[in-house]
């Protein structure tokens, strides 16, 4: 009997599991995305884009289309879609394996200031003149521009557009996962005394907290946000353990 697999993703760990899965067991996969970057990479497996409708839709998605697994691959700061996945997994009857790589951890000679949301990192960046990187996501810039004293460097994997009202900012257009070299040149560059980054964790966006310990540069840290109850994993090789258990655990049952 072949197994479903319905994969919540948005982040490259969740593309990454993705293809081990299809290569591993011979599943049916399906990815699906929230939609939100124009241009997504090319997927090892069948994909779609766009919402379910909360817990209650994404439960009648899954009893549906006959999915007997529920992998929650989610960007941590997706606050929304896991505790939608949990319930939405209750719901249809189905297991649930939840992936959430560690948060970073700071280093003796980081020079972090952390806040809870992006409205704090404006704040933090205070009221006289900084020049501040900001690496969030389009959807986040906009309270930046209660800070038009600022000078900000705005890296995004799509345009912004329309672009911020604030005199003083720039914008590359551009998709990781970068060096450290090419961190340090971006900072060294563009004489950089801040960063605004969330806590995502994980190797492919940790080089410019590197540079930025290797520069003295003040990192203004958005805290994660708190994602409830459910026990989670830490890794790729972790999923693929407890999802080869749940099936196991499915054809044990007969199910």
């Given at each position: 009997?072949?197994?479903?697999?319905?994969?919540?993703?948005?982040?490259?760990?969740?593309?990454?599991?993705?293809?081990?899965?299809?290569?591993?067991?011979?599943?049916?996969?399906?990815?699906?995305?929230?939609?939100?970057?124009?241009?997504?990479?090319?997927?090892?497996?069948?994909?779609?884009?766009?919402?379910?409708?909360?817990?209650?839709?994404?439960?009648?998605?899954?009893?549906?289309?006959?999915?007997?697994?529920?992998?929650?691959?989610?960007?941590?700061?997706?606050?929304?879609?896991?505790?939608?996945?949990?319930?939405?997994?209750?719901?249809?009857?189905?297991?649930?394996?939840?992936?959430?790589?560690?948060?970073?951890?700071?280093?003796?000679?980081?020079?972090?200031?952390?806040?809870?949301?992006?409205?704090?990192?404006?704040?933090?960046?205070?009221?006289?003149c900084t020049r501040a990187f900001l690496?969030?996501?389009?959807?986040?810039?906009?309270?930046?521009?209660?800070?038009?004293?600022?000078?900000?460097?705005?890296?995004?994997?799509?345009?912004?557009?329309?672009?911020?009202?604030?005199?003083?900012?720039?914008?590359?257009?551009?998709?990781?996962?970068?060096?450290?070299?090419?961190?340090?040149?971006?900072?060294?560059?563009?004489?950089?005394?801040?960063?605004?980054?969330?806590?995502?964790?994980?190797?492919?966006?940790?080089?410019?907290?590197?540079?930025?310990?290797?520069?003295?540069?003040?990192?203004?840290?958005?805290?994660?946000?708190?994602?409830?109850?459910?026990?989670?994993?830490?890794?790729?090789?972790?999923?693929?353990?407890?999802?080869?258990?749940?099936?196991?655990?499915?054809?044990?049952?007969?199910?």
């Amino acid at each position: 009997m072949t197994r479903s697999i319905l994969i919540l993703g948005g982040t490259a760990d969740a593309r990454i599991l993705a293809g081990k899965l299809a290569d591993k067991t011979g599943c049916r996969i399906l990815l699906s995305m929230a939609g939100r970057t124009r241009e997504p990479v090319q997927q090892p497996v069948p994909m779609r884009t766009g919402g379910f409708g909360g817990a209650s839709g994404l439960a009648e998605f899954i009893t549906q289309h006959g999915f007997d697994l529920l992998v929650d691959a989610t960007h941590p700061y997706a606050s929304r879609i896991s505790p939608n996945a949990r319930q939405a997994a209750q719901q249809a009857n189905i297991p649930l394996v939840a992936l959430e790589r560690p948060a970073w951890e700071r280093h003796p000679a980081d020079r972090w200031e952390s806040v809870a949301d992006v409205e704090g990192a404006v704040v933090a960046l205070g009221y006289h003149c900084t020049r501040a990187f900001l690496a969030l996501g389009r959807q986040e810039l906009l309270p930046f521009e209660a800070a038009p004293h600022n000078d900000y460097l705005i890296r995004s994997v799509d345009p912004v557009e329309p672009p911020l009202n604030l005199p003083r900012a720039r914008y590359i257009t551009a998709r990781g996962p970068f060096t450290v070299e090419d961190e340090l040149s971006l900072l060294s560059e563009n004489r950089i005394t801040h960063i605004v980054s969330k806590n995502s964790g994980g190797a492919a966006a940790y080089a410019k907290i590197q540079a930025a310990r290797e520069l003295g540069i003040t990192i203004v840290m958005i805290d994660r946000p708190v994602r409830g109850e459910g026990e989670t994993v830490p890794s790729i090789d972790a999923a693929l353990a407890a999802i080869d258990h749940q099936l196991s655990l499915l054809e044990e049952r007969g199910e």
